[in-house]
């Protein structure tokens, strides 16, 4: 069976982070961590694609098409009645 979270667009250029740290504040699903200043992906797999990473990336080291995992998350906030959010910033999409 076919698992969307094993296969994502997000994209990580390393040489292009300055270690600020935004991406792993505002990512919902825990996806990137920081070590000092080093950022790495650590949970590819969480990625839902909601694109909260990029638009909060200083340096555009990130790069993630928003996909069927930020509409599902949109859809199971509108139902709850709420606005989604990703981490502490509105979701790109939102």
């Known amino acids: 069976m076919f698992n ?3 296969t994502n667009s997000l994209r990580f250029n390393s040489e ?4 600020c740290g935004m991406c792993a504040v505002v990512c919902p699903h825990a ?7 080093v ?3 650590a949970r590819a797999e969480n990625c839902m ?3 909260a990473c ?8 990130i790069a993630v098409q928003s996909g069927v ?3 599902g998350a949109m859809i199971r906030a509108a139902l ?3 606005r989604e959010m990703c981490g502490n910033v509105q979701c790109a999409a939102g």
Request: net charge positive; hydrophobic share 30%; proline share 3%.
């Open 49 to 51: 694609e909601c694109g």
């Open 39 to 41: 950022i790495t992906i």
């Open 31 to 37: 996806v990137f961590a920081k070590n000092g200043r």
């Open 69 to 71: 995992g930020c509409a």
């Open 4 to 6: 969307s979270y094993q």
């Open 54 to 61: 990029q638009v909060n990336c200083p340096t555009n080291a």
């Open 80 to 82: 709850a009645g709420q």
């Open 16 to 19: 292009m982070c300055n270690g």
